[in-house]
């Protein structure tokens, strides 16, 4: 799965397009690496979004394509914020 879409299905950013902007400009880190939005994710990634004052780092635990808004955050944890 692409890290915009993954990023919209786990509900951590609200929309697909805003998952795109965070990416083209500069803002997600997959592993350390920036990446664009077509980067597909893998379970066990490590993701990173920089915000305005800080950062939410995370660990992919499942994807799927779709998902009720109670389970999203089955899709990762938190590392820290």
């Known amino acids: 799965m692409r890290i ?17 902007e965070a ?4 803002k997600v880190l997959v592993n350390g690496k920036e990446v ?6 893998k379970i066990g990634d490590i993701v990173e ?4 004052q800080g950062t939410l780092k ?8 779709s998902v009720k808004k109670e389970e999203a955050s089955t899709l990762y944890e938190v590392i820290n914020c």
């Open 4 to 20: 915009d879409k993954f990023l919209k299905v786990s509900r951590i950013l609200k929309r697909r397009s805003v998952s795109k």
């Open 23 to 26: 990416c083209d400009g500069e």
């Open 36 to 41: 664009k939005p077509a980067y597909r994710v």
């Open 49 to 52: 979004i920089k915000f305005g």
């Open 58 to 65: 995370f660990r992919i635990l499942n994807v799927k394509e």
